[in-house]
C-alpha cells in the first residue's frame, strides 16, 4: 500500500507547475542596451554580414523549384512535454523521441523542442518573412543531428541542427489541437515555470493544404540560430502555409509572459522576440511542394515509450561512430 501511495504521488507531482532557476541573458530583443542591433558586443559572430549565412531571411518567389525532392518524414509519437519559461521564449520539451528526415535535409534528426517566436498585441513576430510579409508568430522544431546529444553541441557541425518553420496566422474559432500548449504558456509566466502537458501529434499541429495529396509548398536553405551566439550551421525548412489559432491563444503568449524575474520590481513583458530579417545575399533558397508524411509509433506502453528516449540517442551516436570508421 505505502509503495502504490509513493507511486501515486509521484505520477501527480509530474503535473504540477514547478520552477527552477534560470540564469539572467546578456541580450533581449527590445531594451537599447542590448538589441538584437547590439548583439554583437558580446556575440561577435552575430555581426550581420552579408557574404554570412545569418537568419532569418524573406522567404519569396526567387526561391529554385525543385519538386523531385524526397518527402518530409517524421517519425515517432510525442504525447507528453514540458512547457517552459526559459526568459527569451516559451519552449516545448518533448518526452518521447521523434525524428525527422528527407526533403534537402542531410540526416535523420532527432527532435527535441519546439520553440515560439511573437509579437505584440498590435504587432506580428514570425522571424521569417513571406514575400516580406511578417505572420503573427513563428514555431519552430528543433531537431539535433546523429551524434550529438543536444543542441548546443550539435551548432558545433554544419548541418548539425535542422529547424523547421511554421507561420501561425489568427483564425475565427481556437485551434483545439494547439489548446493544450497556449494554456500552459498561462501557467508559466516567469522565468524558470515549467509544467507538464499532454500533447497533440506532430500532425496536428501542421498545416493542412488543399492541393492533391495534401501537398505543402516549403522552403529550403542552409543559414543560422537566430539567437546568439548566431552560429551559422542550422538547416533551414520553412512551411509556406500557416497554422490558425485564435487570437485568445495568441494573447496567451503576448500578454502572460515575462523575461523579468518574480521577485523583480520592474516586470517586464516578453513581446517582439524576434531577430530582424537578414541579408540572404548568400543563400541559395530552394521550394519544394511535398506531401508532410507521419509514421506514428502505436502499441507501444509507456515504459517502452520511456525506454525509446535513451535508445534513441544511442543509435544516434552509434550511426556517428559507424561513419567515423
Known amino acids: 500500500m505505502q509503495c502504490w501511495l509513493l507511486l501515486t504521488f509521484l505520477m501527480l507531482s509530474n503535473f504540477k507547475t514547478s520552477a527552477a532557476e534560470v540564469p539572467r541573458l546578456d541580450y533581449c530583443y527590445k531594451e537599447t542596451d542590448c538589441n538584437p542591433y547590439l548583439w554583437v558586443k558580446s556575440y561577435p559572430s552575430c555581426l550581420p554580414q552579408k557574404d554570412k549565412l545569418h537568419s532569418p531571411i524573406d522567404l519569396n518567389d526567387e526561391a529554385v523549384r525543385n519538386d523531385t525532392v524526397p518527402a518530409l518524414m517524421f517519425r515517432g ?33 532527432r527532435l527535441v523542442q519546439i520553440r515560439f517566436h511573437w509579437g505584440s498585441k498590435t504587432t506580428n513576430g514570425s522571424e521569417h ?8 508568430m513563428e514555431m519552430q522544431l528543433v531537431g539535433v543531428a ?37 494554456d500552459a504558456v498561462s501557467k508559466v509566466p516567469y522565468p524558470g515555470d515549467s509544467v507538464k502537458v499532454t500533447l497533440p501529434t506532430l500532425l496536428q499541429l501542421m498545416p493542412t493544404s488543399n492541393e492533391p495529396g495534401n501537398r505543402i509548398k516549403f522552403f529550403y536553405y542552409q543559414g543560422g540560430l537566430t539567437t546568439p551566439p548566431c552560429s551559422q550551421t542550422v538547416d533551414w525548412i520553412v512551411l ?24 523583480d520590481s520592474d516586470q517586464k513583458l516578453l513581446e517582439e522576440n524576434y ?15 511535398q506531401a508532410l508524411e507521419f509514421h506514428l509509433a502505436r502499441g507501444a506502453s509507456r515504459s517502452l515509450q520511456t525506454f525509446f528516449i535513451p535508445l534513441c540517442v544511442l543509435l544516434s551516436l552509434l550511426h556517428l561512430s559507424l561513419t567515423m570508421v
Open 275 to 289: 531577430r530582424p530579417i537578414q541579408s540572404s545575399a548568400m543563400h541559395k533558397v530552394l521550394v519544394s511542394a
Open 77 to 109: 509519437l510525442a504525447r507528453s512535454g514540458t512547457v517552459k519559461n526559459v526568459r527569451d521564449t516559451v519552449v516545448v520539451d518533448f518526452d518521447e523521441c521523434m525524428t525527422v528526415s528527407g526533403g534537402w535535409l542531410k540526416y535523420k534528426y
Open 129 to 136: 518573412t513571406l514575400n516580406n510579409r511578417r505572420f503573427p
Open 146 to 182: 546523429p551524434g550529438y546529444k543536444d543542441v548546443k553541441s550539435a551548432l558545433n557541425q554544419q548541418s548539425g541542427v535542422a529547424m523547421i518553420g511554421v507561420f501561425i496566422d489568427i483564425g475565427p474559432v481556437n485551434n483545439v489541437h494547439f489548446k493544450a500548449i497556449s
Open 240 to 263: 509556406e502555409n500557416p497554422v490558425l489559432i485564435s487570437s485568445e491563444q495568441y494573447l496567451a503568449f503576448v500578454t502572460h509572459l515575462y523575461y523579468s524575474d518574480k521577485s
